[in-house]
């Protein structure tokens, strides 16, 4: 069976999984991981990706991020490329490092984010990389640390990922903390990898089997984690962007343009819109924005959620409100 498009369109919040090539090692010692750590958040910046969760194994990495404006295939070719090239340089070695294809899964935020961000992070503990969560607070190698305020990494969302769990980053990280405790017990999840809804229904066969009997059965595609209608927004939403003529420098100017004049006029700061605040107007300035990207650019969801620091669903929640008050 060919391989399927990544879906993909600015603003998509994917669990990211790589692999060494046949299993292999990717670090060899704490030189190779710093060196792997900073190409990530030199890059997250440089192409305006956030990095919510993430966590550098031995032979594999995890990472929750929403992509940036150029999308995700060119921030990973470029994570990839340029790490391998300074890895087999270090250790005199030639080849491939990582597996061909890295495993991308389009996840519904709203549903899966805090999950998703306690099971990266729970990776180097159900290792056994380190043994007790006491321990992991303080790992240099995975993003739980820079959350709970240990290691620093500027370039990582922390302050988006606290709002998840309080009001405050310091409530947020005691919040996430007790999170983080309740799913030690865990173990494996499967069901955070993708395609959960194909496993529900018993796999592809089983979907296939249902469907030629003519039973309704949800839209479902193993590229993707959520319910069928998050399913079938971003299956209309990637073909949409992948066919979208505007060039990106003048759709990125004339996003940015509406942001900046927006909030210009309300008196906000475009930093307070964008890290997801709910403080005083902001809400409201922020609905006002998305009615403009979306009425007058046509910006995907997906993209508008990342520019206004909300997830996918709740520009359309926004946008349901705003219709049905002016009808």
């Not at 294809?101 to 099971?119: H, I, K, N, P």
């Not at 997801?276 to 993209?303: D, K």
Request: proline share 3%; aromatic share 8%; with cysteine.
């Amino acid at each position: 069976m060919p391989r399927q498009a990544r879906l993909d369109a600015p603003g998509t919040l994917h669990h990211v999984v790589i692999r060494g090539i046949e299993r292999g090692r990717i670090v060899e010692d704490d030189q190779d991981r710093r060196s792997f750590v900073s190409r990530l958040g030199n890059l997250a910046q440089e192409t305006e990706t956030s990095i919510y969760a993430w966590s550098l194994m031995t032979n594999h990495a995890h990472m929750l991020l929403r992509s940036g404006p150029s999308g995700l295939p060119k921030f990973m070719r470029r994570l990839l490329t340029g790490y391998s090239v300074t890895y087999n340089l270090r250790h005199h070695r030639s080849g491939h490092l990582f597996q061909n294809r890295y495993r991308s899964v389009v996840c519904d935020g709203d549903v899966y984010f805090a999950e998703l961000v306690r099971y990266i992070h729970l990776n180097p503990l159900r290792a056994g990389l380190v043994g007790t969560l006491s321990e992991l607070d303080s790992y240099p190698w995975s993003g739980h640390a820079v959350l709970m305020g240990r290691v620093k990494h500027g370039w990582q969302g922390r302050e988006y990922v606290s709002l998840w769990f309080g009001k405050g980053v310091g409530e947020g990280r005691r919040a996430y903390r007790r999170y983080m405790e309740e799913g030690v017990a865990q173990g494996s999840r499967p069901d955070l990898v993708g395609g959960g809804l194909v496993r529900s229904y018993g796999g592809w066969s089983a979907v296939l089997s249902l469907r030629r009997k003519g039973e309704e059965v949800e839209t479902t595609d193993a590229r993707v984690l959520g319910k069928g209608d998050f399913v079938e927004r971003v299956l209309r939403e990637g073909a949409r962007w992948s066919l979208h003529p505007m060039r990106q420098k003048e759709w990125r100017r004339r996003i940015s343009k509406i942001i900046e004049e927006t909030c210009s006029e309300r008196g906000v700061k475009v930093e307070e819109v964008r890290m997801g605040s709910r403080r005083g107007q902001i809400p409201g300035v922020r609905a006002e924005i998305v009615g403009e990207l979306v009425r007058e650019l046509g910006v995907p969801l997906a993209e508008v959620a990342r520019v206004v620091g909300v997830s996918t669903s709740a520009v359309s929640k926004i946008l349901m409100r705003r219709y049905s008050n002016s009808t």
